[in-house]
């Protein structure tokens, strides 16, 4: 089983690394095309800032490499931004593999906090994506943009107001939040991920 984390402009690559470690996969950090396609499974990763890291995919033409990509993919926090249409973050034109925008948390009283940060529950999951005794649990997230609840959506949670967690299409799958930082859970999702 070859596993490749996508090597590009953003952070957040090595602690999604260490926890393939912790579950036993060697993963390959690459951005080399052929290493990418012949992967069994591909992670895009992502802590950044969308307009930035999407003009730093077009210039090393990563952005067609992804769209087309086979396998079972996933992408993580900016990684599932990056998948969708649009950001508001920069106003950049993104990806468009799910065909939903991604909007900024506009806060609605005092204590609305932005970025969001810390755990929150994820509820009506995508059994393709989940196990099914994760319903309820927690995850981590760290964001000031969200997905609205779409076609699309895999796992839900709320801030401010219910949003995308997880979003779920064909050979791609993505998540708002960081299962390489949500302990037991995370660890189990991304053991799902690993098996489809």
């Not at 990418?36 to 890291?53: H, M, N, R, W, Y």
């Not at 948390?105 to 009506?124: C, L, R, T």
Request: glycine share 6%.
């Amino acid at each position: 089983m070859k596993v490749a984390i996508l090597n590009y402009n953003a952070g957040n690559i090595y602690s999604v690394n260490y926890a393939l470690k912790r579950l036993g996969i060697e993963a390959v950090i690459t951005d080399n095309k052929e290493e990418l396609q012949s992967a069994d499974k591909v992670i895009f990763p992502g802590v950044g800032e969308a307009e930035t890291t999407m003009n730093y995919l077009k210039q090393h033409r990563l952005d067609e490499l992804i769209v087309n990509l086979k396998q079972p993919v996933m992408g993580i926090c900016l990684g599932m931004q990056l998948l969708c249409r649009h950001s508001e973050e920069g106003d950049v034109n993104c990806l468009n593999v799910f065909d939903v925008d991604v909007k900024r948390f506009i806060p609605q009283k005092h204590e609305d906090k932005i970025p969001h940060m810390g755990w929150n529950s994820i509820y009506n999951l995508n059994d393709k994506m989940f196990p099914k005794e994760l319903e309820n649990e927690f995850v981590y997230f760290v964001h000031s943009f969200y997905v609205p609840i779409n076609d699309f959506t895999a796992a839900t949670t709320d801030y401010i107001q219910p949003f995308s967690a997880a979003l779920q299409k064909d050979n791609f799958y993505a998540c708002q939040f960081h299962p390489e930082k949500s302990g037991k859970v995370g660890e189990a999702i991304l053991k799902q991920f690993i098996s489809l």
